[in-house]
């Protein structure tokens, strides 16, 4: 069973930093591309970032360049986003999100609350 | 950066009827575009990718239509489950790749 499980999420101060992580299970981890997608409370679905299977390629939304970091660790069959300089507006639910056909498979999501 | 309009915003109908969900393009977009399914406090689920193709397990009564700008999730009989909020997502040109606001279907 395909499974995404995202962690480390909590709450941070205005300009503080966090790293998410997203754990994959029950695919073939070198095969698929990942992202990662936020919603926060109430509102749609908003792309943050992607990585390629080798991690050569990157892409982030503009309201999270230079800010958010994305990597990935193949062996472990793990992703990660570190997130810097958090803003207010960063608070969201945070999902990983598998790209086989488009986004085929997602995490549960974790929480980010950026709040003084 | 592609705009994906949807509407309605909300849609009030009566399980057994007929859903029809639209999503507009500010460009064309070709045939990349997708549906998503999410049910609250629920991560969005995969329905239809490439306007009109199911993804796996998806119900028949799930159907996309449309190509260029304009786009359509028809549901053809209601059941109880399907209420839920629909996304639409492009990304024919990105990144980025952009989701419209949604819509959300509601027991009437």
């Known amino acids: 069973e395909v499974q995404l499980v995202e962690s480390g999420g909590g709450l941070v101060q205005p300009g503080g930093s966090l790293r998410l992580s997203c754990a994959a299970s029950?695919?073939?981890?070198?095969?698929?591309?990942i992202n990662w997608v936020r919603q926060a409370p109430g509102k749609g679905l908003e792309w943050v970032s992607y990585?390629?299977?080798?991690?050569?390629?990157?892409y982030y939304a503009d309201s999270v360049k230079g800010r958010f970091t994305v990597s990935r660790d193949n062996a472990k069959k793990l992703v990660f986003l570190q997130m810097n300089s958090l803003r207010v507006e960063d608070t969201a639910v945070y999902y990983c999100?598998?790209?086989?056909?488009?986004?085929?498979?997602w995490g549960l999501g974790t929480l980010v609350t950026v709040s003084s | 950066e592609i705009v994906l309009t949807q509407s309605p915003a909300t849609l009030s109908l009566s399980p057994g009827e007929r859903a029809t969900l639209s999503c507009r393009a500010s460009q064309s977009v070709s045939t990349s575009l997708t549906w998503y399914q999410q049910k609250s406090g629920q991560a969005p689920r995969l329905l239809i990718y490439d306007a009109s193709k199911r993804a796996t397990g998806i119900p028949a009564r799930f159907s996309g239509s449309g190509s260029g700008t304009d786009f359509t999730l028809t549901i053809s009989t209601l059941e109880p489950e399907d209420f839920a909020v629909y996304y639409c997502?492009?990304?024919?040109?990105?990144?980025?790749?952009?989701f419209g606001q949604g819509t959300r279907l509601e027991i009437k």
């Open positions: 029950g695919f073939i981890f070198t095969d698929y591309e």
């Open positions: 997502q492009q990304r024919s040109d990105w990144p980025p790749i952009t």
């Open positions: 999100a598998r790209e086989g056909v488009d986004l085929d498979s």
């Open positions: 990585i390629s299977t080798s991690g050569s390629t990157i």
